[in-house]
C-alpha cells in the first residue's frame, strides 16, 4: 500500500475484490469470478473497509448488501477502473504506433449514417483504431476518458468544444404499395392513412401537419414505436406512413422501397454536434472532426454511397 494523507491507499486486489463482490452483491460470486475464495473475498473487502474507515456491506444472515456509502465508492470505483483499463490500451497502442479514438455515440447514428461511411476515413488515416461505445447523454469527457462524442439536441454540453454537423430534418415517407392505397399523395388524403409515430416525439406528425395548415387530434392515433429502426421497417412492410430524419432513410430512399409523400420537410430544432473536451489538443480528434464536417457537406449535396 502507498500512502496518502494520513491513510493508506489500498491494493488494486483489494479494489478488484470489492469491485466484483459490489456488482454482485455476494461475496461467493465474486470469488468464483476472480478464482478465489469467498474466505479471501471476505477478508480483502474487511481490509478495505479499515483502510478507508468506512462500512460498505450490511451483512444480513448469509447475504451481503451495500451500505450507502458502499454504493457511491462502488459507482465511482468502476468509473476509476474502466479508465485505468483504457489508459493500458492506450498504452498498447502507443507502443503499436497506433492512436485510438474512443468515440460515444448515438447507436442509431452510428449504424445508419457513420459507420456505412466510416471506411474512407480508415482508408485515409490507417494508424488510427477507431472504439465505438453508445452513450445517449451528455457526460464528462474527461473523467470517461473520451475522446469525442457525437450529440444530437442543444449545443447544451457543459465543459465541451461543440461543433455543429447537421439540422435535423424529418421527411414524411411511405413505402409506394401504402401510397398507392391510400393515395396519400396529398395532405387531405395523409390524415385518413394510418399513421406511425415515435413515442418520444408523439408531437411531430401534428407539427408537420400544422405547416399545411391541418389541425385534428386524430394524428395522434396510429401505431406507437419506441426506436426509429422499427418505425422504418413498419413503413417499409406498409403498415403506416413515417415522419423520419432524412439521414436515418437515404438507403431507402435510394432503393425506392420508401419514397417521399410531400417535398416539405419538418425542420426541428435539434442539430448533431461533434463535442470534444474544451482545451483538448488531439492531432486525431482534429482530424476525425474534419472528416465529419467534410462528409456532412458532401452528403447534403450528393446522393447517398456506402464507402467501401
Given at each position: 500500500?502507498?500512502?496518502?494523507?494520513?491513510?493508506?491507499l489500498p491494493?488494486?486486489?483489494?479494489?478488484?475484490?470489492?469491485?466484483?463482490?459490489?456488482?454482485?452483491?455476494?461475496?461467493?460470486?465474486?470469488?468464483?469470478?476472480?478464482?478465489?475464495?469467498?474466505?479471501?473475498?471476505?477478508?480483502?473487502?474487511?481490509?478495505?473497509?479499515?483502510?478507508?474507515?468506512?462500512?460498505?456491506?450490511?451483512?444480513?444472515?448469509?447475504?451481503?448488501?451495500?451500505?450507502?456509502?458502499?454504493?457511491?465508492?462502488?459507482?465511482?470505483?468502476?468509473?476509476?477502473?474502466?479508465?485505468?483499463?483504457?489508459?493500458?490500451?492506450?498504452?498498447?497502442?502507443?507502443?503499436?504506433?497506433?492512436?485510438?479514438?474512443?468515440?460515444?455515440?448515438?447507436?442509431?447514428?452510428?449504424?445508419?449514417?457513420?459507420?456505412?461511411?466510416?471506411?474512407?476515413?480508415?482508408?485515409?488515416?490507417?494508424?488510427?483504431?477507431?472504439?465505438?461505445?453508445?452513450?445517449?447523454?451528455?457526460?464528462?469527457?474527461?473523467?470517461?476518458?473520451?475522446?469525442?462524442?457525437?450529440?444530437?439536441?442543444?449545443?447544451?454540453?457543459?465543459?465541451?468544444?461543440?461543433?455543429?454537423?447537421?439540422?435535423?430534418?424529418?421527411?414524411?415517407?411511405?413505402?409506394?404499395?401504402?401510397?398507392?392505397?391510400?393515395?396519400?399523395?396529398?395532405?387531405?388524403?395523409?390524415?385518413?392513412?394510418?399513421?406511425?409515430?415515435?413515442?418520444?416525439?408523439?408531437?411531430?406528425?401534428?407539427?408537420?401537419?400544422?405547416?399545411?395548415?391541418?389541425?385534428?387530434?386524430?394524428?395522434?392515433?396510429?401505431?406507437?414505436?419506441?426506436?426509429?429502426?422499427?418505425?422504418?421497417?413498419?413503413?417499409?412492410?406498409?403498415?403506416?406512413?413515417?415522419?423520419?430524419?432524412?439521414?436515418?432513410?437515404?438507403?431507402?430512399?435510394?432503393?425506392?422501397?420508401?419514397?417521399?409523400?410531400?417535398?416539405?420537410?419538418?425542420?426541428?430544432?435539434?442539430?448533431?454536434?461533434?463535442?470534444?473536451?474544451?482545451?483538448?489538443?488531439?492531432?486525431q480528434v482534429n482530424a476525425?472532426?474534419?472528416?465529419?464536417?467534410?462528409?456532412?457537406?458532401?452528403?447534403?449535396?450528393?446522393?447517398?454511397?456506402?464507402?467501401?
Amino acid at each position: 500500500m502507498q500512502s496518502v494523507g494520513h491513510r493508506k491507499l489500498p491494493s488494486y486486489a483489494l479494489l478488484r475484490s470489492f469491485e466484483c463482490a459490489a456488482r454482485r452483491e455476494s461475496f461467493t460470486q465474486a470469488a468464483e469470478e476472480l478464482h478465489l475464495t469467498q474466505s479471501a473475498v471476505s477478508r480483502q473487502v474487511k481490509e478495505l473497509e479499515e483502510t478507508i474507515g468506512v462500512t460498505m456491506f450490511r451483512r444480513v444472515g448469509r447475504r451481503v448488501t451495500l451500505t450507502e456509502a458502499g454504493r457511491r465508492f462502488s459507482a465511482d470505483l468502476a468509473v476509476d477502473l474502466e479508465n485505468l483499463k483504457q489508459s493500458v490500451s492506450r498504452a498498447i497502442a502507443a507502443g503499436e504506433r497506433n492512436a485510438t479514438l474512443r468515440i460515444g455515440i448515438l447507436p442509431t447514428f452510428a449504424s445508419r449514417w457513420l459507420i456505412p461511411r466510416l471506411g474512407t476515413f480508415l482508408n485515409d488515416h490507417p494508424s488510427v483504431e477507431i472504439r465505438l461505445e453508445t452513450r445517449t447523454v451528455p457526460f464528462d469527457l474527461t473523467r470517461e476518458r473520451f475522446d469525442l462524442a457525437i450529440h444530437f439536441g442543444k449545443a447544451n454540453w457543459p465543459d465541451a468544444r461543440m461543433t455543429k454537423l447537421f439540422d435535423e430534418e424529418m421527411l414524411p415517407v411511405a413505402s409506394p404499395k401504402f401510397r398507392d392505397t391510400y393515395e396519400a399523395g396529398e395532405p387531405a388524403r395523409l390524415t385518413e392513412a394510418p399513421l406511425l409515430h415515435l413515442i418520444t416525439r408523439e408531437s411531430a406528425w401534428i407539427d408537420w401537419f400544422a405547416m399545411k395548415g391541418t389541425a385534428d387530434k386524430r394524428l395522434l392515433s396510429g401505431r406507437h414505436f419506441d426506436q426509429f429502426s422499427m418505425i422504418i421497417s413498419a413503413a417499409v412492410c406498409s403498415i403506416g406512413a413515417a415522419l423520419l430524419p432524412r439521414y436515418l432513410i437515404e438507403m431507402e430512399l435510394e432503393c425506392g422501397v420508401l419514397i417521399p409523400l410531400s417535398d416539405t420537410p419538418l425542420k426541428t430544432h435539434n442539430s448533431y454536434f461533434a463535442v470534444s473536451a474544451a482545451g483538448d489538443v488531439n492531432p486525431q480528434v482534429n482530424a476525425f472532426t474534419r472528416w465529419l464536417m467534410s462528409t456532412t457537406r458532401r452528403v447534403s449535396m450528393t446522393p447517398f454511397t456506402p464507402s467501401s
